[in-house]
């Protein structure tokens, strides 16, 4: 099993929470390119006054540039995000067959706030 650098940062809009998340090798820091949306995990910490973790849907993740995913998440039961209010999201990355990376795995913490 290989370790994976993950960075990642929240963008909120009055519409949706997306996820930009970067992903690089911990030996070779290539980008690691091909990872589908069931490559990521995201858990919801925190939110507002909420401490109950909760699982986040991805709508959708789009690549680009290499190693660089647009992962925007499905809407739930949380408060609408015209209530001000702190997200933190747990993230984990695990590899597939398909992207060339079966055994890289990584995780990260992402702190934001709503409009």
């Keep these: 099993m290989a370790r994976v650098v993950v960075n990642a940062v929240v963008q909120t809009t009055a519409q949706n929470v997306r996820l ?3 992903v690089s090798g ?3 820091g290539l980008a690691r390119s091909g990872l589908a949306a069931a490559s990521f995990d995201v858990v919801s910490v925190a939110s507002g006054e909420d401490p109950t973790p909760r699982q986040q849907l991805i709508a959708q993740a789009v690549e680009g540039p290499a190693g660089v995913y647009q992962l925007v998440l499905e809407g739930n039961d949380e408060p609408s995000t015209l209530v001000p209010r702190t997200i933190i999201l ?6 597939d067959t398909a992207s060339g ?4 795995r990584g995780q990260t913490i992402a702190i934001g706030s709503t409009p």
Excluded: R
């Excluded at 990376?101 to 890289?104: E, F, I, K, M, V």
């Design 20 to 22: 930009i998340v970067s």
């Design 26 to 28: 911990a030996d070779d």
């Design 90 to 95: 747990a993230i984990t990355v695990s590899g």
């Design 101 to 104: 990376w079966a055994d890289d």
